[in-house]
T-cell receptor
Framework: DAGVIQSPRHEVTEMGQEVTLRCKPISGHNSLFWYRQTMMRGLELLIYFNNNVPIDDSGMPEDRFSAKMPNASFSTLKIQPSEPRDSAVYFC????????????FGAGTRLSVL | AQSVTQLDSQVPVFEEAPVELRCNYSSSVSVYLFWYVQYPNQGLQLLLK??????LVKGINGFEAEFNKSQTSFHLRKPSVHISDTAEYFC????????????FGKGTTLSVSS
């Protein structure tokens, strides 16, 4: 079975540019989570969806960040405009109701904003 | 609200020595507990989980953890580590209800040397 698929794996962009990160959850999973990992703050939950509906976006740092889940097999995390402090590794994870909230993680997108 | 404290940020050990990575959690309701491992430049991989039942749980790669409700701890142990166990280890907690997010600790870096 394919795991959680994230793209791109690496993204280098200049300050002020729009960045879009993509995630395909495991088929049949109905919860999707976006995390950010930095040395200073560790793993932070940004937002999560259940059945394509945003449940908790309290971790989204500011209005420059937005996330969508238009269908059960695709989600995006957008940063517009990007800033150097957004540089981090962004992980997507998915889980299935009835599976005790066990989350499966993608390989991550390493974002560098210059 | 739930929280997780990993008591050691770094644990250096020699190969074939035993190791314990400590994790304490805080919650007023029943929770599920997890340990995830992150190898360099990779995503998080589930190591083991406590959902209910036996307080001693076994995971992959020879790791085990013991759930102690009275001490609100979930320490990870391995009797003999290998160089390949060098990684970052995350303890996480979630409510035992469907579709809720994981709360992660700050992580413990295990460094195994020969």
């Amino acid at each position: 079975d394919a795991g959680v698929i994230q793209s791109p794996r690496h993204e280098v962009t200049e300050m002020g540019q729009e960045v879009t990160l993509r995630c395909k959850p495991i088929s049949g999973h109905n919860s999707l989570f976006w995390y950010r990992q930095t040395m200073m703050r560790g793993l932070e939950l940004l937002i999560y969806f259940n059945n394509n509906v945003p449940i908790d976006d309290s971790g989204m740092p500011e209005d420059r960040f937005s996330a969508k889940m238009p269908n059960a097999s695709f989600s995006t995390l957008k940063i517009q405009p990007s800033e150097p402090r957004d540089s981090a590794v962004y992980f997507c994870a998915s889980s299935r109701d009835g599976a005790k909230n066990i989350q499966y993680f993608g390989a991550g997108t390493r974002l560098s904003v210059l | 609200a739930q929280s997780v404290t990993q008591l050691d940020s770094q644990v250096p050990v020699f190969e074939e020595a035993p190791v314990e990575l400590r994790c304490n959690y805080s919650s007023s309701v029943s929770v599920y507990l997890f340990w995830y491992v992150q190898y360099p430049n990779q995503g998080l991989q589930l190591l083991l989980k406590y959902l209910s039942g036996s307080t001693l749980v076994k995971g992959i790669n020879g790791f085990e953890a013991e759930f102690n409700k009275s001490q609100t701890s979930f320490h990870l142990r391995k009797p003999s580590v290998h160089i390949s166990d060098t990684a970052e280890y995350f303890c996480a907690v979630t409510l035992n209800q469907a579709g809720t997010a994981l709360i992660f600790g700050k992580g413990t870096t295990l460094s195994v040397s020969s």
